[in-house]
Structures are given as C-alpha cells and as structure tokens.
C-alpha cells in the first residue's frame, strides 16, 4: 500500500531504502513531527475502537540530515493544503462538507482528523466511516463488483447533496 500512495502523491516509484524508512515510520523528520503541522495529526481526533491494535510506537529519531531528496519532497508535498487540505491553517468559512471514509482505508485517519478539525473550526460537517470497506468501495455500485456499502454510501452522499445544495433537510 506504502508503494502505490508513494507513486500516486509522487508520481514515481519508491525506492527501497525510502520504502525502508516509510514501513519503519522514519520518512517525516524529527523537525516536521515539532512544527506547526503536527497539531493538525492528532490520534486523539481518532476514536479509539478504529485504533489498529499493533501500532507499535516507533522510535522518532531520524534527523534531518539523514533524509533523501526524495522524502524532504514528499514531506513538502504532504504539508501543502492543496494536497492534504487537513494541513490548511485555516478551515474557517468553508462550505458543508460531507466526508466518507473506509475502515480499511489507508487515509481513514486523515479524513477523521480533517471532520474533527472542520467542526472546531465551525464548519458544519457530516462524516461516515463506513466499517468493513476500503477506499474505492463507493465505487463498486453496478455490475460485475456490486458492493451494497458502495451503494448505501453513494445514497446517502446524494441524499448530503440535495439537503446541502437545495436547503432542503
């Protein structure tokens, strides 16, 4: 999974002493983990019973210096709001929002922690985790790969959409 997210966001293969750093959870500096951004990554905004139990709490000690070209690009890339709008400052003055995400999804958190930080910033906000499913699975609606959750999800983002875009609830 490492390997397909790094060819989407990057656009290339990942390399083996990068995929390396990125399974052993070494690919974001010490530097980023303590800068303004890691308020936005909070575990807490994570309901416990989605946390995996065997995270392992790796040790945090790569240094900067010891970092590629490749993963101080990756983590430009992962701080820019145009990429991972959970990294925007400010969330205030957006419109409703309406965010699927997938138990198995590798972007689960990601989605939770963005709901978490748009409600406190006043947006309102509707967010579904949808248990048993992966990321693509609202895609699977007609045949041959028929998901019923794929169905629901999608019924229930056009129900979002007409109450959202016609004020009707």
């Known amino acids: 999974m490492v390997k397909f997210w790094w060819r989407y966001a990057m656009g290339t293969n990942i390399d083996a002493k ?9 690919h974001i500096s010490t ?13 807490d905004a994570v309901p416990k019973n989605l946390w995996s139990r065997d995270v392992k709490n790796f040790p945090l000690t790569t240094q900067v210096d010891s970092f590629s070209d490749e993963l101080i690009t990756f983590q430009k890339l992962i701080t820019n709001p145009t990429f991972s709008p959970l990294m925007a400052d400010n969330l205030k003055d957006l419109p409703k929002t309406y965010i699927v995400t997938a138990q198995y ?12 930080r748009l409600e406190e910033a006043g947006v309102s906000v509707r967010h579904k985790n949808y248990p048993g499913t992966v990321h693509g699975f609202m895609m699977f ?3 041959p790969v028929t998901l019923n959750l794929g169905k629901r999800a999608l019924e229930e983002l056009v129900i979002f959409l007409k109450e959202a875009l016609c004020n009707k609830k």
């Open 18 to 26: 990068t995929l390396k750093s990125a399974l052993a959870n070494q």
């Open 31 to 43: 530097t980023l983990r303590q800068s303004k951004y890691s308020r936005h990554v909070r575990r």
């Open 105 to 116: 999804d590798i972007l689960r958190d990601d989605g939770i922690m963005y709901a978490k």
């Open 141 to 143: 609606t007609k045949e």
